[in-house]
């Protein structure tokens, strides 16, 4: 589960990276995968840029619809409306941090 989420966080970076999202407006939202563990999710949320990239911060943290959290990998650390911020526990953490298509641009 930890790596499809991971998957779908490398898809959000692709597209964080389109001009359309790099010139939003900050208050304006702008659609992302939901970064759920369901591989066969096709959901999105809406989340402004600043939002985006304070998820983006830590390795750790993914975007989801609500009602995809899973709480046996994962818990709940943000709420908002239309989308939730989640934080992996051991051993998804591992994965994610590894995993982290950030973790290699600051290296």
Same mark, same amino acid.
């Given at each position: 589960?930890?790596?499809?989420?991971?998957?779908?966080?490398?898809?959000?970076?692709?597209?964080s990276e389109w001009?359309?999202? /790099? /010139?939003?407006?900050? =208050?304006? =939202?702008?659609? #992302?995968?939901?970064?759920? !563990?369901?591989?066969?999710? #096709?959901?999105?949320?809406?989340?402004?840029?600043? /939002?985006?990239?304070?998820?983006?911060?830590?390795?750790? $943290?993914?975007?989801v619809t609500p !009602?995809?959290?899973?709480?046996?990998?994962?818990?709940?650390?943000?709420?908002?409306?239309?989308?939730?911020?989640?934080?992996?526990?051991?051993?998804? $953490?591992?994965?994610?941090?590894? =995993?982290?298509?950030? $973790?290699?641009?600051?290296?």
């Open positions: 589960m930890a790596e499809n989420e991971a998957a779908f966080r490398a898809v959000n970076e692709r597209m001009p359309e999202h /790099q /010139q939003a407006p900050a =208050t304006e =939202t702008i659609p #992302f995968v939901c970064e759920c !563990g369901d591989r066969t999710c #096709f959901e999105r949320v809406y989340l402004t840029r600043p /939002q985006y990239e304070a998820v983006r911060a830590d390795s750790s $943290r993914f975007a !009602g995809h959290e899973l709480p046996e990998i994962e818990r709940v650390v943000e709420r908002h409306p239309g989308h939730l911020v989640l934080e992996k526990d051991e051993p998804a $953490r591992e994965i994610a941090e590894a =995993t982290d298509p950030r $973790r290699d641009a600051e290296t």
